[in-house]
């Protein structure tokens, strides 16, 4: 089973500036992937950045990079340079390996972006 | 690039009635994903194909039904509609057989049951 927890309901950063969004996720799988969505007012959900448990190395997407933390089940989004277009719900998810295997989400934080 | 195709983009129906949602997924996608929103809610997984097969199953109710046809293209069929089945449905797709695990939602079929 996973569970995925986002402690965060509301955040806000002013445009230009740094802000993180916590992702705290519970699994029993030995391999599995993380992931951020985004969802905004028009409510797509568009992915942000990718990060799979086995590498070490924490993802980067442009302005958008992760803090992976196995030991902790800890998986933090950093966004730098915040811009307006950043306003969105954010959605931590976790999902096993393998084929069809379903997404578990978060509950989201709402992220606004002051002028 | 193309995007994962949902419709009807908006559903109205009564109570009893039966709905029928259409995805298309990304060419050479070869699996398939159905999410359930509701207002203020995460999504909710209910159910996947992979290779026209059923894959994993979420908290679908017994009244809603899912197939993925030879196209690839996928049917979420629900019926005894009620009013809690209202919320905007997702379908997502997928490149497994490449191990790429990316599921790219389409624009979602909101569903109003009054």
């Known amino acids: 089973a996973q569970t995925v927890t986002q402690s965060q309901p509301e955040m806000s950063v002013q445009e230009a500036e740094t802000v993180t969004l916590s992702c705290t996720y519970d699994t029993s799988e030995s391999d599995y992937y993380l992931f951020w969505y985004k969802q905004p007012p028009s409510r797509q959900m568009i992915l942000v950045i990718r990060?799979?448990?086995?590498?070490?190395q924490n993802a980067t997407e442009n302005r958008f990079s992760v803090n992976f933390q196995k030991a902790a089940k800890s998986f933090s989004l950093k966004i730098s340079d915040s811009q307006l277009g950043d306003a969105a719900m954010y959605f931590c998810?976790?999902?096993?390996?393998?084929?069809?295997?379903?997404?578990?989400f978060g509950p989201g934080t709402r992220l606004s972006v002051l002028p | 690039a193309a995007g994962v195709i949902q419709s009807p983009r908006h559903l109205i129906k009564e109570k009893r009635e039966t709905a029928t949602l259409k995805c298309y997924p990304i060419?050479?996608?070869?699996?398939v994903y159905w999410y359930q929103q509701g207002p203020g809610q995460d999504p909710q997984f209910l159910i996947s194909f992979y290779e026209k097969m059923q894959s994993d199953k979420g908290s679908i109710p017994d009244r809603f039904s899912a197939q993925q046809f030879s196209d690839y293209h996928s049917e979420l069929n629900m019926s005894s509609l009620e009013l809690g089945d209202s919320a905007l449905y997702f379908c997502?797709?997928?490149?497994?057989?490449?191990?790429?695990?990316?599921?790219?939602f389409g624009p979602g079929t909101r569903l109003t049951v009054t």
């Open positions: 990060q799979e448990a086995y590498k070490q």
């Open positions: 998810a976790s999902s096993a390996r393998g084929y069809g295997q379903n997404f578990v």
């Open positions: 060419p050479r996608h070869d699996t």
């Open positions: 997502a797709s997928s490149l497994e057989g490449l191990g790429s695990h990316e599921q790219y």
